[in-house]
């Protein structure tokens, strides 16, 4: 593992300790099993509170920042499909069937001290800001 995501693993365990990180073809996965959402999302007609997250760090990280995140295949708030959603660009190495939310942050500014700067837990707690968004 790079020293990089090593660092950034440990500042994700901090907030998130059940946090998991798979290798895959040279990218890096990192699967929450409890990301919090806000009132009016459900899977089918169920309301859900909590669901897991993942998302893809490809190699040239944190050159280049992060894009998209998935959750459970069937999510919908308020029962309408969320836009900007799709089948995952490529497959995580985590079960499941996921949906992939198109997702970026703007003004992405990576610094060598990774807890200064952009980085993976400013990543995840910006999937905050799309959720609220609802579909």
């Not at 959603?85 to 001290?113: I, M, Q």
């Amino acid at each position: 593992m790079r020293a990089r995501i090593s660092h950034e693993l440990a500042l994700l365990r901090r907030h998130f300790g059940d946090v998991e990180h798979a290798e895959s073809n040279g990218e890096d996965w990192f699967r929450i099993p409890r990301c919090v959402l806000p009132e009016g999302w459900r899977i089918g007609n169920e309301a859900v509170s909590e669901l897991p997250v993942c998302f893809l760090i490809k190699g040239n990280y944190p050159g280049d920042a992060p894009y998209g995140f998935l959750m459970l295949a069937g999510l919908n708030f308020k029962g309408a499909a969320p836009n900007n959603t799709g089948a995952p660009p490529s497959p995580p190495p985590f079960s499941g069937e996921w949906l992939h939310f198109s997702w970026s942050v703007e003004n992405w500014s990576a610094t060598a001290d990774v807890g200064k700067g952009s980085n993976l837990l400013a990543w995840v707690r910006s999937f905050m800001v799309r959720l609220q968004e609802g579909a």
